[in-house]
């Protein structure tokens, strides 16, 4: 009897030191061929969303490490091996995550244990059998492409061209169709922002998958995310007025798009962080040096982050932004750049006299174009 008590006892505790709490994870990796003392590290999207930053780190030994945390929702995250070339992909979740690197080869990572590692994974697996296919036409006819284009033999052009772009629409209705059928996939919800990107994107076939998504896909950072680009999808396009807004400018006084505007207006998205749009100031301060005295303004909305007041200001003042800015101080969450579906940065509307958008997103000689065109010099 004693003795079944104690195995009674030994079962109870291997059970509670598996089981999991409601927002607990563990990751149980392997990594074959890796010396004993190297890292793994686990990684996430940093606040600009371009990069990566760490947020744990594990010891291999014997091939073999693990890592332990809180989690209150589904996310992307990557774990990157010491002295191994790519990261592996997964999605962090409560449960435990099993995960078998292969150091040679990462994209071949093997991934399970909860559901939607287990859906990650059969999305994998089915959707690179496509990218094989696109990976080897692309091999396949890479010389005869570029011999085509050197002889101005316009009809094999087409032809490849017409035979990439089929492989690449037998890509995306697959990852539609698989948004569509797994309602309940934290992938899924990945699949319709990549929907919202694409050329010509079918806004009503992702809002149809989007409402049938399970709530709690719905309720994820992404998911949120997705809902307020279907809400906001036809506010600021070409056409129509450019949607109201004031914000604080560097001296804290509320300043609005109404009161901003001229002849011609720029809405010019950008912040001190990103360097695209510093590396794009110097044109824009040329244009407005230009142009500002016939009738140009421009109104910068900076998505620069809460505390970062101070790098924002110094941002105009390095760059010789004269004209109006403005900022929330909310970074991604601005409510500006949500009303006009703002995704990346830098971003540009341009309005005419009476505020309605003409054009989105110009650079340069065709920006300046635009600009003298609607000013009719």
């Not at 065709?366 to 174009?369: D, G, H, M, R, T």
């Given at each position: 009897m004693?003795k079944i008590?104690?195995?009674?006892f030994?079962?109870?505790?291997?059970i509670?030191?598996?089981?999991?709490?409601e927002?607990?994870?563990v990751i149980?990796g392997?990594?074959d061929g890796?010396e004993?003392g190297?890292?793994?590290?686990?990684e996430?999207?940093?606040?600009?969303g371009?990069?990566l930053?760490?947020?744990?780190s594990?010891?291999i030994?014997d091939?073999?490490?693990e890592f332990?945390?809180t989690?209150?929702?589904p996310?992307?995250r990557?774990?990157q091996?010491?002295?191994?070339q790519?990261?592996a992909?997964?999605?962090?979740?409560?449960?435990e995550i099993?995960?078998?690197?292969?150091?040679d080869s990462?994209?071949?990572t093997?991934?399970?244990?909860t559901f939607?590692?287990?859906?990650?994974s059969?999305y994998?697996?089915?959707?690179?059998?496509i990218?094989?296919?696109i990976?080897?036409?692309r091999k396949?006819?890479?010389?005869?492409?570029?011999?085509?284009?050197?002889?101005?033999d316009?009809v094999?052009?087409?032809?490849?061209k017409n035979?990439?772009?089929?492989l690449?629409?037998?890509?995306?209705?697959?990852?539609?169709?698989?948004a569509?059928?797994?309602?309940k996939?934290?992938?899924s919800?990945?699949?319709l922002e990549?929907?919202f990107?694409?050329?010509n994107a079918?806004i009503?076939?992702?809002?149809?998958?989007?409402?049938n998504?399970?709530k709690?896909?719905q309720e994820?950072?992404p998911g949120?995310?997705?809902?307020e680009?279907?809400?906001?999808?036809?506010?600021?396009e070409?056409?129509?007025a450019?949607?109201?807004f004031?914000a604080?400018?560097?001296?804290?006084?509320?300043v609005s798009?109404?009161?901003?505007l001229?002849k011609v207006?720029?809405?010019?998205?950008w912040?001190?962080?990103?360097?695209?749009c510093r590396?794009?100031?110097?044109n824009?301060?040329?244009?407005?040096a230009e142009?500002h005295d016939k009738?140009?303004?421009?109104i910068?909305?900076?998505?620069?982050k809460?505390?970062?007041?101070?790098?924002w200001?110094?941002?105009?003042a390095?760059d010789?932004l004269?004209w109006t800015?403005?900022?929330?101080?909310?970074?991604w969450?601005?409510?500006?750049?949500?009303?006009?579906n703002?995704?990346?940065?830098p971003a540009t509307?341009l309005l005419?006299?009476?505020?309605?958008?003409v054009?989105?997103?110009?650079r340069?000689e065709?920006?300046?174009?635009k600009v003298?065109?609607?000013l009719?010099s």
């Open positions: 004693k008590v104690v195995l009674l030994a079962a109870a505790a291997f509670s030191c598996n089981n999991l709490g927002n607990e994870f149980k392997t990594v890796i004993n190297k890292l793994a590290i686990l996430t999207q940093d606040e600009t371009m990069g930053k760490a947020t744990d594990a010891i030994k091939g073999k490490f332990k945390g989690t209150t929702e996310e992307l990557f774990v091996v010491e002295t191994v790519g990261k992909v997964f999605i962090l979740e409560n449960g099993n995960m078998k690197i292969y150091k990462v994209n071949k093997e991934i399970g244990g939607n590692n287990d859906q990650f059969k994998n697996k089915e959707q690179g059998a990218q094989k296919k990976a080897a036409f396949d006819n890479m010389e005869k492409m570029q011999t085509a284009i050197q002889s101005n316009t094999t052009v087409n032809t490849l035979g990439f772009t089929k690449q629409e037998e890509l995306n209705l697959y990852n539609s169709n698989f569509e059928k797994n309602p996939a934290f992938i919800v990945l699949m990549n929907m990107y694409q050329p079918d009503e076939k992702i809002k149809k998958i989007y409402t998504l399970d709690s896909v994820t950072k949120k995310k997705i809902g680009m279907i809400a906001n999808h036809n506010a600021a070409v056409g129509k450019a949607p109201e004031s604080p400018n560097p001296e804290g006084k509320m798009l109404k009161e901003s001229g207006t720029i809405i010019d998205f912040a001190s962080w990103c360097a695209p590396k794009e100031n110097p824009v301060v040329a244009l407005y142009f009738g140009l303004n421009i910068g909305v900076s998505l620069d809460e505390g970062d007041a101070q790098k200001k110094e941002a105009i390095a010789k004269t800015q403005v900022s929330n101080l909310q970074y969450n601005d409510p500006i750049a949500k009303k006009y703002v995704q990346s940065i509307y005419d006299s009476t505020g309605k958008i054009a989105k997103d110009l340069g065709e920006l300046k174009a003298q065109e609607l009719g």
